[in-house]
């Protein structure tokens, strides 16, 4: 099972929630800002939220 590396560009980010919509597990909203709960996962739902961001904020790279 691959593993991925999450992170949010916080300067890009405008909050709207689209990621925590799609992968809860991974992505959370904190002070008007998405951030990742798990930087390291191994959950697949963490790619289909970075595809759901409007912004583009949202790296998920596969280690």
């Known amino acids: 099972m ?3 590396n ?3 560009d916080k300067e890009k980010c405008i909050g709207c929630g689209a990621c925590t919509a799609v992968c809860g597990d991974v992505f959370e909203i904190k002070d008007t800002k998405a ?3 798990e930087p390291e996962t191994d ?4 790619k ?3 595809d759901a961001c409007p912004v583009d904020a949202i790296t998920v790279k596969e280690k």
Do not use: D, H
């Open 2 to 4: 691959p593993r991925y």
């Open 48 to 50: 289909e939220g970075a």
């Open 35 to 37: 951030f990742a709960k």
């Open 6 to 8: 999450v992170k949010v």
């Open 43 to 46: 959950k697949e739902c963490a």
